[in-house]
């Protein structure tokens, strides 16, 4: 997995309970992740016919001996980065301010066919987020990775992303996972009193399956635990 690391220094308040301050973000990616289809990933796999995601990731019918009913648009998807936070009460690692929680925004991206999910497998949920530039979700903490998705068509080449985590007016709800998008959510406000920060993800679309990839890069479709594949024994 590919992490940056957020976490707040108070400049008023205490570590416990800031009032002021900044997010600071430690993320060097020592590499670039790949947006590939699930036949790259794992080849000869489908999902689950009630598998939420099966509709936008699985492989056409007959790719890969994909049955009809298992069938999807073929997606390219990815979700090697995540978002993580760190406070242990200090004021160089605070807490959540009381009251607030934190805050993602989605502030641009490279490419209009790149899209973003909230992935939930206990729930079943696969929910668009991200849909429009300033669009945004709270976020509770927790090591969360969300999908990031590209048109089983889309052109060779590098895609990004850019998001701002702030602090937000509003308190966080459950309900969804670790990211909360509910109608107070998408409405929250910033606390001007402290620094968001930015974070950029790139990723690359490679025209031809690379078999060292699938090995070295399963974990990312190991999350993805509703499918089934033709060559599991009945």
Same mark, same amino acid.
């Not at 008023?12 to 002021?20: I, L």
């Not at 949920?125 to 998705?149: E, P």
């Given at each position: 997995?590919?992490?940056?690391?957020? *976490?707040?220094?108070?400049?008023? #308040?205490?570590?416990?309970?800031?009032?002021?301050?900044?997010?600071?973000?430690?993320?060097?990616?020592?590499?670039?992740?790949?947006?590939?289809?699930?036949?790259?990933? *794992?080849? %000869?796999?489908?999902?689950?016919?009630?598998?939420? @995601?099966?509709? =936008?990731?699985?492989?056409?019918?007959?790719?890969?001996?994909?049955?009809?009913?298992?069938?999807?648009? #073929?997606?390219?998807?990815?979700?090697?980065?995540?978002?993580?936070?760190?406070? /242990?009460?200090?004021?160089?690692? *605070?807490?959540?301010?009381? %009251?607030?929680?934190?805050?993602?925004?989605?502030?641009?991206?490279?490419?209009?066919?790149?899209?973003?999910? /909230?992935?939930?497998?206990?729930? /079943?949920? @696969?929910?668009?987020?991200? =849909? &429009?530039? =300033?669009?945004?979700?709270? @976020?509770?903490?927790?090591?969360?990775? *969300?999908?990031?998705?590209?048109?089983? +068509? &889309?052109?060779? #080449?590098?895609?990004?992303?850019?998001?701002?985590?702030?602090?937000?007016?509003?308190?966080?709800?459950?309900?969804? %996972?670790?990211?909360?998008? +509910?109608?107070?959510?998408?409405? &929250?406000?910033? =606390?001007? /009193?402290?620094?968001?920060?930015?974070?950029?993800?790139? @990723?690359?679309?490679?025209?031809?399956?690379?078999? #060292? &990839?699938?090995?070295?890069?399963?974990?990312?479709?190991?999350?993805?635990?509703?499918?089934?594949?033709?060559?599991?024994?009945?």
């Amino acid at each position: 997995m590919i992490m940056p690391m957020f *976490s707040i220094a108070a400049t008023s #308040g205490t570590g416990a309970n800031p009032t002021a301050g900044a997010i600071n973000v430690s993320f060097s990616p020592g590499s670039v992740p790949k947006l590939q289809s699930l036949q790259q990933w *794992s080849p %000869g796999s489908y999902f689950a016919t009630n598998a939420a @995601w099966r509709p =936008d990731l699985g492989s056409a019918s007959g790719v890969g001996g994909t049955p009809p009913a298992n069938a999807g648009s #073929g997606d390219l998807f990815n979700n090697q980065y995540g978002f993580t936070f760190m406070g /242990n009460g200090s004021t160089m690692m *605070s807490f959540v301010p009381t %009251g607030k929680s934190l805050g993602i925004k989605f502030l641009s991206a490279s490419s209009p066919l790149l899209e973003t999910y /909230n992935y939930v497998n206990s729930q /079943n949920r @696969w929910d668009r987020i991200f =849909d &429009a530039a =300033d669009s945004q979700v709270l @976020w509770n903490g927790s090591m969360w990775h *969300s999908y990031f998705t590209l048109p089983g +068509s &889309a052109p060779a #080449g590098i895609y990004s992303a850019t998001f701002e985590i702030f602090i937000a007016n509003q308190t966080f709800t459950a309900g969804t %996972g670790f990211a909360d998008y +509910s109608a107070a959510a998408k409405a &929250a406000t910033k =606390d001007a /009193n402290f620094t968001p920060a930015l974070v950029n993800y790139t @990723w690359t679309v490679v025209p031809e399956p690379r078999v #060292g &990839a699938l090995l070295a890069l399963a974990i990312v479709f190991g999350a993805l635990v509703h499918f089934r594949s033709k060559k599991r024994a009945p």
